[in-house]
């Protein structure tokens, strides 16, 4: 077994791989950019080096200094985590030349599969099912309208050593084939040094399953049940979870089967996926096709681990080592149900716009990297951020990963439900309030599940999940009492309100424009005249407040307003205001304040990189047309007119790194 090993990579991944090493006995090394200096997984390896600059390109990118830190410190091993150098041949190949292990998969392996391309006709002869496209070189535009028309539409646009859902354009028509084929083509050269793209049929109705592979270097290739992964936006997945709540035992079988015979055919050892797309309008389940196979560890690897027991990492360096796998496809079982929820640096209010900087406050339901592979008490959360930390331009914007594990699929939902409302983030916009209104979704919990989930399920955008009468009822009742607590603390304190004066009991709490009378009694707490059975505590102060409503616990997030608080639970942000009840009525004579018209500003909504300018002053624009290409978090955003016009001013230039709402032209 290897004594040192080196982690090229970063956040929870990097973590993660430390993690299990540690328990293995392995020592550890970490490689880190100026961006990372301080970041928890440097902190946890035994050593670190300093690799470059920021920018991935100038750091997690290059081969040469990673070898160089594995000299340096004598690792013997290499664990490439995911995305960067995790399914580049010249990586591992380098690696081999200088006696180094890579903690993966075989080069030619790597190759065969790594290649969208190539790894369709190596599925194709291997017996597994393809989707129908055009799997040669793609000349021009031109050509990819031809072949477009040829297959039928939608058609997929994909880059060919794309993945993590860059580089991919859905086309519905020949339009959207002419505006997305050469911004394919440049994500895929920007993303990932090649501009190849492939044509593929788009599956109606489709879901994506995907089957883990294991295998080691001794000829055995085990399958380790499937992950449902169709909750996606943009094609990047937001949940996902294992069992899936589609696949029959059947199914299991005949797909795990195939993948197991895919992976043999490229000899492949390690940790793998294959992923397949299905089509949720066949009832059989029969209708299953190859999409590609990520030669790493996947994102999602640890619900996986918490329904089959088995640490994947740990078997990836064993596999390296040489040793064989000790359990066989028989001893592969299924022991209840995980979801994991990908807690993403995005603002789902305002149309998911990235969202950079600071964490000013950061608290997980549960400590990360706790537990085993089902975490504490079914609560797991792998994480590589710290209170103060920064979520940086120029990397993934997860900030973690939460999973929970129950008997039950409807219970590890709840515990993803319980385990959200505890999670604190401050500082930026995240995703919390969305994927929780999805845990709580209706169609969700029936298990319809397709990859258009998010765009059927929210075409407006998202503005908070549906919250129930009992919930605003106590939450009415809790804003109630910390209204007392507060006014109760002003008059104790000196030169407040004065020792002699009474809080208020009674108050009338308007949460989200609808209004309650509350009385905070000594023993118990009525609204609208309805006596609420509920326990907590509240010190002014306090962020996150728990209250027991006949057994069941309900957590609140808080944060202190003018009038009262945002209190935040079960999905959704409440504006929550609260007076007494004598100069409640007096909020009729207030004058609303109108918000200014910023209509013929173009604003960027993320802080990001100007691409490209489509228009100069004095041009005519109609409404829809681009006006703008904005790249963040290395994807590509296309900003439209919302109303036509003629542009007056141009603010910004082409290769200018915009703040988020920075005027980028003005309409006359």
């Known amino acids: 077994m290897f004594k040192k090993i080196l982690i090229a990579n970063r956040g929870e991944i990097a973590c993660r791989v430390i993690k299990t090493a540690r328990r293995m006995g ?41 070898i160089a830190a594995c000299k340096s410190t004598g690792a013997e091993a290499v664990h490439p985590g995911y995305g960067f150098l995790s399914e580049r041949t010249s990586f591992a190949e380098a690696l081999a030349k200088e006696n180094i292990a890579f903690i993966g998969p075989p080069v030619n392996a790597i190759a065969a599969m790594g290649d969208k391309i190539e790894s369709k006709k190596l599925a194709k002869e291997a017996g597994v099912n393809v989707v129908p496209g055009f799997v040669g070189e793609i000349r021009d535009t031109e050509h990819a309208v031809e072949i477009s028309n040829e297959i039928g539409y939608p058609v997929m646009m994909k880059a060919s050593a794309g993945g993590g859902g860059k580089g991919m354009r859905l086309a519905y028509d020949e339009k959207d084939v002419r505006e997305g084929f050469e911004a394919t083509k440049r994500e895929g050269l920007n993303s990932f040094g090649d501009d190849r793209v492939f044509i593929e049929k788009f599956i109606l109705n489709p879901r994506h399953i995907e089957i883990q592979i294991l295998g080691d270097q001794h000829g055995n290739v085990l399958y380790l049940n499937e992950r449902e992964c169709s909750i996606q936006r943009r094609h990047q997945k937001v949940v996902e979870e294992a069992p899936s709540p589609f696949v029959t035992e059947k199914m299991r079988k005949a797909m795990g089967e195939q993948c197991v015979a895919l992976s043999k055919a490229v000899g492949y050892y390690s940790a793998g996926t294959v992923e397949l797309i299905v089509s949720g ?82 608290r997980t339901p549960v400590p990360a990297w706790e537990g085993d592979e089902r975490g504490v008490d079914g609560v797991r959360v792998d994480a590589g951020v710290e209170e103060g930390g920064e979520v940086s331009i120029f990397y993934d914007p997860m900030i973690a990963k939460l999973v929970t594990w129950g008997e039950t699929r409807d219970e590890a939902a709840d515990l993803q439900i319980a385990a959200l409302d505890r999670f604190e983030i401050e500082g930026l916009g995240h995703n919390i309030d969305f994927v929780s209104a999805i845990m709580q979704h209706p169609r969700f919990r029936s298990g319809e599940l397709t990859t258009g989930f998010i765009a059927e399920e929210y ?36 030169g407040q309100l004065g020792d002699r004066l009474e809080p208020p009991a009674k108050w009338q709490v308007s949460i989200d424009g609808t209004s309650y009378k509350v009385k ?27 209250a ?34 004598h100069i409640a009525p007096l909020t009729a004579h207030m004058i609303e304040k109108i918000p200014p018209d910023l209509s013929k500003f173009l604003i960027c909504p993320m802080p990001g990189l100007l691409v490209t300018l489509h228009v100069g002053e004095g041009d005519k624009v109609e ?46």
């Open 459 to 494: 075409p407006e955008g998202f503005h908070g999940a549906p919250t129930d009468a009992a919930v605003t009822r106590a939450l009415a009742a809790i804003a109630g009492f910390m209204a007392s607590a507060e006014a109760d603390r002003a008059r104790r304190t000196d």
């Open 548 to 581: 027991e409503i006949d057994e069941t616990e309900l957590a609140v997030k808080v944060a202190k307003t003018r009038t009262g608080w945002k209190m935040t639970t079960r999905g959704h942000i409440h504006d929550v205001q609260v007076l007494p009840w």
């Open 281 to 362: 309008a066949d009832p059989t389940g029969e209708s299953f096709y190859f999409l590609e196979m990520n030669t790493r560890l996947q994102v999602e690897h640890p619900v996986t681990e918490a329904i089959t027991g088995i640490d994947l990492v740990e078997q990836m360096i064993r596999v390296a080592a040489g040793e064989k796998l000790e359990m066989t496809q028989d001893d592969i079982k299924i022991d209840g149900w995980a979801i994991e929820n990908r807690v993403y640096a995005e603002d789902p209010y305002r149309g998911f716009l990235p969202s950079t900087g600071r964490l000013v406050r950061y």
């Open 623 to 668: 409404a829809g047309q681009p006006l703008a290409t904005v790249e963040a978090m290395k994807m590509e955003n296309i900003l439209r007119a919302e109303k036509s016009g003629t542009v007056k001013s141009v603010n910004a230039a082409q290769g200018d790194s915009l703040a988020v709402d920075a005027v980028i032209l003005e309409m006359e």
């Open 26 to 66: 392995i020592a550890t090394v970490a490689v880190y950019s100026d961006a990372d200096a301080r970041a928890p997984f440097v902190q946890m390896a035994d050593e670190a080096v300093h690799i470059g600059a920021s920018p991935a390109s100038e750091s997690y990118l290059i081969a040469d200094k990673i």
């Open 520 to 546: 905070i009694g000594e023993k118990h707490i009525k609204v609208e005249g309805d006596r609420i059975d509920i326990a907590l505590e509240y010190t002014p102060g306090d962020r996150l407040v728990i």
